[in-house]
């Protein structure tokens, strides 16, 4: 019922930037929080970064001061703008988004997930 589609993945120097986006399509009535989660090979998934429907945003401390969390609520996008990377931010990026749902039953509240979108940083 709904989908998000992550874009902006790639190959980049250390030290480059990147900025990745995801827009939520289908059945949406509200969009609460949007956030991008990161997971490498053999690691849990782990928060990056997470915005409200307010623009309130937190991330994780190995982020803090090169990632910003950013979102167009009329476009239901959510966008990640990373500076300054390094080759330990390698991995793959998931989009999610906690979503009100319409149906002909009324409004019920989902987590949704992108594809995920990989980011390779070279040293």
């Known amino acids: 019922q709904v989908q998000l589609v992550e874009s902006g993945g790639g190959l980049v120097q250390a030290g480059g930037s990147r900025r990745l986006s995801c827009t939520a399509s289908?059945?949406?009535?509200?969009?609460?929080?949007m956030a991008w989660y990161h997971q490498s090979p053999g690691k849990d998934r782990e928060l990056v970064a997470r915005?409200?429907?307010?623009?309130?945003?937190t991330y994780a401390d190995s982020v803090k001061g090169r990632f910003t969390i950013s979102r167009d609520n009329a476009k239901n996008t959510v966008y990640l703008q990373m500076n300054s990377l390094k080759p330990e931010d390698t991995a793959v990026y998931y989009c999610?988004?906690?979503?009100?749902?319409?149906?002909?039953?009324?409004?019920?509240?989902?987590?949704?997930w992108g594809q995920g979108t990989q980011v390779t940083v070279a040293s």
């Open positions: 999610n988004a906690n979503v009100d749902v319409g149906s002909t039953s009324g409004i019920r509240n989902s987590d949704y």
């Open positions: 915005i409200t429907s307010g623009g309130s945003s």
């Open positions: 289908g059945s949406i009535f509200n969009i609460n929080t």
